[in-house]
């Protein structure tokens, strides 16, 4: 049986709502992080299409500050991808009983999942799959976050943003925006989290992205642990699973298999066969 069921749970101190797409009895379960400005609904049909496509149950929640969830106090400290993924985050799989999964992010949540996997070495995280990550602080992403600064400040992005968040809004934009352009930030950088990394990663980013270059698809390359799959898109952006929507989908579809993680192989290898000597990258392309 498929079906999506919408609902809250509490977890490190917050109310999130969130939504199950597929049936749980099938697989590892699919846990996907959004971007710096997403949440539950700006996924809009990639969660369902991805428990189709995969034969995973796919878990979609708003993090704290973004969409329908609790709201945060701004500014968010300039560590805020470290504590989503330290604290925030395993509640999350706490809450929603989640026992074996891979984690799906994209930007902000890419990079709170690569620091999961290096940090927290979580037994129940299987594998991760990251969409446009970020690992360090570079120019070009700086540059085009003020671009979006400007935007919201004359309103319209704000309009459309409020959408989607409602009274969240302020602490969406305010908490991504002020954190990734305080000077502080400048610094920052998750490459010690990525180096740590052991589970099966695979890497999607568009060659046009306008936040960011292809050094965060090399430094994950070059440092983590296991095996690491590279995916380059021609002609898309920052938001691969929606620009080139089937094409994500099959390679996510394809990394599951890999790992023995699709929802045929609900009891799949171990992942300790899948992984390569500490350094070594696997699949690369």
Not at 189 to 205: F, W, Y
Not at 208 to 224: G, K, S
Not at 252 to 260: K, N, S
Request: proline content about 5%; glycine content about 10%.
């Amino acid at each position: 049986m498929s079906d999506t069921r919408r609902d809250r749970l509490a977890a490190a101190g917050a109310d999130l709502e969130y939504a199950w797409h597929g049936a749980r009895e099938r697989g590892p379960s699919l846990v996907l992080l959004h971007e710096g400005l997403g949440c539950l609904a700006l996924w809009k049909d990639f969660p369902a299409r991805l428990a189709a496509a995969t034969g995973c149950p796919v878990l979609a929640y708003s993090r704290a500050g973004y969409g329908g969830s609790s709201p945060v106090a701004l500014p968010r400290p300039l560590d805020f991808h470290t504590r989503e993924a330290l604290e925030s985050l395993p509640a999350v799989l706490d809450a929603a009983a989640i026992a074996d999964c891979i984690l799906v992010g994209h930007s902000d949540g890419a990079s709170i999942a690569l620091v999961h996997a290096g940090q927290v070495r979580d037994p129940r995280v299987r594998g991760v799959a990251v969409m446009a990550p970020h690992v360090l602080t570079e120019d070009k992403t700086l540059a085009t976050i003020a671009q979006a600064r400007d935007a919201y400040a004359a309103g319209g992005l704000r309009e459309r943003l409020r959408r989607y968040h409602g009274d969240n809004v302020e602490c969406a934009f305010r908490g991504w925006c002020d954190a990734w352009l305080a000077p502080g930030f400048r610094s920052w950088s998750i490459e010690a989290a990525v180096a740590a990394i052991e589970v099966p990663l695979l890497v999607i980013r568009g060659c046009d992205d306008p936040y960011n270059t292809a050094v965060h698809v090399e430094r994950i390359a070059a440092l983590a642990r296991g095996p690491v799959t590279v995916e380059m898109l021609a002609g898309c952006g920052h938001a691969p699973h929606v620009e080139q929507a089937d094409a994500v989908l099959d390679k996510l579809a394809d990394f599951l298999r890999e790992v023995g993680a699709d929802g045929d192989s609900a009891n799949g290898d171990s992942l300790l066969s899948h992984r390569a000597a500490p350094g070594q990258t696997a699949g690369q392309k």
